[in-house]
């Protein structure tokens, strides 16, 4: 008997046992009703863990607490998983677990739970059972092409490249798939940065609010002294309460007998195997290709002297605004006035060729091309042109310009570039321009 008959013989015998009893049965009376031998006690309980937070749950080491999460045969949810939501669950509960305590480990958490619970249950559907089933394996698998889980064949435009960890860390694919709210870097990113932004909107603190903004990018490491003279300059010191916030004390965060600096972004580097790398997957890989040398390291002494920003601000302030400054920059030098996060962050960069012409573009540093995000991108009509602009180093993943074409008709005026491209075309508007 396969195991998708198992799960309907379980809901079934669940179904009738809480038509008759209020309270839930211990696994020997779910034995019983499945005409089960007790010694097959632990056969059960596996079949059960397949479809828990799908169609069971329980709360583990309290009896009597197994409960059905959809009483309505006609309504069962796992019939018809969503890989994406299987992804999302997945990519979550990794984040969650990397944030507990070692010792705290072995408890799973339930976003991981929900999510494994999921992916085997959907592999089962499907008439394959080749999918990770317990810690371990999935630790493996998560190292693998997201691709290689046939599973994942309706997801449109996934690179096979993407894996949920990389280099020990989780990947940049898993960083844009998971859900917001559960993990302590997020809750940084959601709370912190955007306290800041509303706080700013709500006082119109558009260059206070482009100076911190600013800030981080440039200077997500500070000396002690400095950190204490830029939360008391006049442009600052409105923000001064959430800056306490965003930089910590380096040795606080982390505990080393030397520290490494990544040589792009300038942040504390991550410890992994028997050497040092950036938290940042980019950073890796454009260093590498660019031969960047790693800062000079620093004694744990020094060390106590540096604020840092939190792992959260920089994943989601810093690397992202490396792109944003470039994009501005390289702009600028072209003779064109370049306005960063104008309107306190309505987009990433204004950009005016005259008082007619201006483009709005906003810069997205994205492993997977989420056309759901995209069409989220509002056209501005009171803009020449609305952009998307993503960095070229991205375009082995996105493939932006073969997918633009499929894409571009659904956003509503809204276009795709990368960032060479966005550049040669105000190269090209600058000739006319100037031929005119």
Known sequence: MKVTKHRDKILEALREWFRIHKQAPTLEELCVELEMKPQQKATLQRRLQTIRGIDVDWDDNVARSLRLLNLDPEGEPGLNIPVTETLRYLATGLSDWGTLEPKKRSQIPQSLRLGMSRMYLTSLLQGNEQVPSNIPEFFDWSKKPVVEWEATTEIPHLSPEVTLIEDGLLSDFALQWQVTGSDVENQVQEKVLQDVLEHCRAN??????????????????????????????????????????????????????????????????????????????????????????????????????????????????????????????????????????????????????????????????????????????????????TFVVFPHERDDLLRIKVRRPQLEPELGGVRLMLISEIINLAEQNLRKKNHA
């Not at 942040?267 to 992994?272: E, F, I, P, Q």
């Not at 601000?313 to 920059?329: C, F, K, M, N, S």
């Not at 960063?340 to 960069?349: A, G, K, R, S, Y």
């Open 204 to 385: 119109q603190l558009e260059e206070a609010y482009r100076a911190l903004r600013k800030l981080i990018i440039e200077s997500p490491v500070l000396p002690y002294t400095e950190f204490r003279r830029i939360i008391s300059s006049t442009q600052l010191r409105p923000l001064r309460d959430f800056l306490l916030k965003i930089y910590v004390d380096l040795v606080d965060l982390v505990e080393d007998k030397t520290y490494h600096f990544c040589p792009r972004c300038k942040y504390v580097m991550h410890k992994y195997k028997n050497t040092y790398i950036c938290r940042s997957h980019t950073c890796e890989k454009i260093s590498a290709k660019q031969g960047l040398s790693c800062l000079p390291t620093i004694s744990k002494e020094d060390a106590e002297e540096l604020k840092v920003v939190t792992p959260g601000v920089h994943r989601y302030g810093t690397i992202p605004g490396i792109w944003e400054l470039d994009l501005a920059q390289k702009l600028t030098k072209l003779g064109l006035r370049v306005t960063l996060w104008p309107e306190i962050d309505e987009f990433d960069l204004l950009v005016e060729f005259s008082k007619k012409i201006r483009w709005a573009i906003d810069v997205k540093d994205w492993s997977y091309l989420d056309e759901e995000r995209l069409k989220k991108v509002d056209y501005r009509h009171d803009m020449a042109e």
